[in-house]
């Protein structure tokens, strides 16, 4: 396989490199001291992610004494600088204890390059290969082996909305849209409305996460799932005709999404400044910890996509020849177990990877996401990298952020699907 890893090598300039490499990993310690450091590599540095984080490191620090956790999260860029300081990392083949990844296809590149080992066999070790449903294990399994551990899941397709606003325009927001048309229908009506800018939205992996809910929406899930492992032509009519739903979506966002992040088109929603943004279930931990009312919001699966749950998984790696490998097994054990997962996934707004999680343990937004997870099809998803590896991702942005300009189908096509044959 092409690209890979060496792509994002490739962005990092010389002086890139030295200003990151200070960033790097903060457990070089000497003697006994480094022995016991387990130097854990994410880019949770605050807010709900953070607090997960800490939560995880409560349940490691009881049940793991012999060892001491090392905080490196490189915070910023939704996780981009992290992964930028990491490859320097492994580049320079200084590998932390473990590092955060998304769980599946973006593994591809490390594992091309030598860079994690083969996890399976802690599977059986910690029970996890009968604590994890069988549809997760099968989504993050890459040629019949798996190389990191799950935390959680998370899912991608959710569009949320401010009732208020909707309202004005005579919209019930509890109430979804059943396709991407109706969805244009109501956005039509925002903008009668006065709503300046009907749906918010944010730069790079937002907007590819809005592509991907108009695809899943247009195509239903199993032609989208054959888009990431070839049963599905790129180049279709069908995809042809939901990227141009997409581009008509884009006519009603905020004229500022390249210069946003995704908290910032949240606001707008809250503000009542537009009627809905399409981001992952994290936003319920950040409208808690930003103290927005559950009255306030309504939330349901992208239009044309209820009964599909569109999954992310945060995981865990072991990277090779990386520090303290004993140490980093039972930070893993952790990570897989019913406390970790509990302690972690209270706070971070996801819900466990584990089957046996009470749902009763977890407020609204999370039992009913934890109910569809159960029932659902299960759809991955390349902007967080359960669908694609590294390099395509990186493909796929740039062609995105082209479109966002010059919004030529044809084109954005092409490069969609030369990125999955190619990279």
Known sequence: MRGGLSKTFAVLSAAGL??????????????????????????WADGGEKAGLDGLVSVFDTNCKDYKFVNSAVAGGAGS????????????????????????????DY???????????????FGLDTAFPKNLIDQITVEGKIYS????????????????????????????PA?????IADLTKLQAAGVKAPLAISKGFAQEMLVEAVLLGELGT????????????????NVTAALNKYKTLLTFTNVDRENIDWPDALQYVNKGQAGYTLMGDWVAAQQLSDGVKETDYTYWPSPGTA????????????PTNGQNPEGTKCWLKTVGSAEGQKAFNTKKGSIPARSDAVPTDYPKYQQAAMADWKKDKIAPSCAHGSACSAGQNNDILSALSQFSGAQDVAKLQTALGTALKTS
């Open 81 to 108: 600088n992290a992964k930028q300081v990491l490859a320097n990392d492994l580049q320079s083949g200084k590998p932390p204890s473990t590092f955060q990844a998304h769980a599946g296809a973006e593994l591809k």
């Open 179 to 183: 396709t991407v048309d109706a969805w």
């Open 18 to 43: 030295l200003a990151v490499s200070a960033c790097g990993n903060s457990g070089d310690d000497s003697g006994d001291t480094a022995s016991k450091n387990v130097t854990v590599f994410t880019w």
């Open 149 to 176: 551990i799950p935390a959680n899941v998370h899912r991608a397709n959710v569009v949320w909305t401010n009732p208020k606003t909707l309202q004005k325009a005579g919209i019930d927001a509890a109430k979804a």
């Open 111 to 125: 594992i091309t390059a030598g860079q994690v080992d083969d996890v399976s066999g802690l599977y059986k070790d």
């Open 222 to 237: 199993d032609a989208f799932n054959g888009l990431w492992d070839g049963k599905t032509d790129w180049a279709g009519a």
């Open 307 to 318: 009964g599909t749950f569109q999954f992310l998984a945060d995981s865990f790696t072991l």
